[in-house]
């Protein structure tokens, strides 16, 4: 079969050399850091998600600490997608050679490419893509025993990654009662009892957490939202961009045969668009949302027929090759280039965060602190600095609220660094007194500030106060265990 794909085989190589080059020269991100924030402070559940995705980058920075050895997670991650996805097709009587076009077609793909953008969710991917196989093998197979605990491991660590998973779960569940009927029980009981130790788990987190993770997506995420006709119209642009005009076109002339592989997948993205199309009508989807569920939106492609699976193979390989062009285009230009751009500063940061810490480094000892997560978490991964955000009120980025116990700053002097002109004010609401200095680092402009005498008193009114209402604010129908925000400031 190799031999017989051989051609395809060499493009989808080529397609992996340019993905490497952009894992290796596309710059550590915000959120990237962010979560190598989590791994560098190992525990049994952070702020805006479950811990899944922290411990792997835990795991892997034993084979070494760089955003690129994390990255190689990512690329592991699209074979597996891959395999699951034709391993799926073959279990349920697809042609070998049908099933084995299809996980071509996903590794040819711009979603396959961008995989690396999307590091919460590349961890999400990773195990439920592998959990549903062994369900549905425990399905098919005697050894149905073997393939229910490890479907019940590996869903619950998709669990563990994000909550998306449990949209997945509840599918299958359909799927199986449905289509096996009583012969499902002994599986779907297996698989909940190992996946409910998971669940244990986060609840126990949350419990003696601030219910940090229920708050988060629950609540301060989804304030203030409201009706919008261009979250619903790019909801359905990003279903057109994943299955591509060309792809839903191919679609649209196909015969579907109505065999189990059809209604497991009608089951699975029957039930995920339609959650995803009622929460567009107020939230904007990202294309992240999707990526759980992109291995059974491309088993979609394995009833077509032979000759049309070539041409949307070799269509997805030139529509990535668009992709590739752009990105290694933008990731070359000099970044003198963009001086003129309003966020030249972050270019600079993210590309040359070593002569930012260079800077830094002549304050010694003292704290740094910043005001957004993203610039808190890269100077802390390329400064080796425990860069802590303040003067923050944001719903998002708020795990240095457990690393920092304010009243600890209390008449303390702390430097804050900034990529853009720290607001005064601010400043002289909570300091004594303070000084600004500017740093300029190849043309782009960064500030720091020296605030002395802090008052905390005036700091927890302005901010903390906020904080516990918007985002400490637990229900009191949920029993709580600890809160370390409420029993530092509020007992």
Known sequence: MINYYKKELQILFAIFIFKIAILLLLPLTGDEAYFIKWADNLSFGYYDHPPMVGW?????????DSHIVFRLFAVVTTFVAAFVIYKIALLYETEKRRAFFTALIFLASPVDLLLILMTNDVALLFFSSLGTLFFLYSLEKKEWLRYSLLAGIFLGSAFLSKYFAVFLMLSLLVFSIYIYGKKSAKNIAVATIVISFFIAQNLYFNYNSCWNNILFNFFARTEHNSYNIGTILGYFGLILYIFTPWGVYFLFKSKFEKNKLLKLLVSILGIAFFIFLVVSLKNKIGLHWFLIFTPYIFLLFSFLESEKLEKLFRYHAIFTSVHIAIIVTLLLLPTSLLKEH?????????????????ELDKFGDERIFTMGYSTASLLSHYCKKDVITLFNNSKYGRFDDKLLDVRELTDSNITLFNKSKINEKILSEVCGSYTLNTLEIN????????CKEFNY?????????????????????LPVGECYFKERYYR
């Open 342 to 358: 309003k966020n030249y500063s972050d270019v600079v940061m993210y590309t040359q965060p070593e002569a930012l810490c260079a």
């Open 443 to 450: 043309g782009a402009n960064f500030y720091t500030a020296t």
């Open 56 to 64: 792997v980058i835990h795991v892997v920075s034993f084979i070494g």
């Open 457 to 477: 008193e005036n700091y927890k009114t302005l901010y903390l106060d906020i904080q516990n209402e918007k985002f400490y604010n637990i229900p009191s129908w």
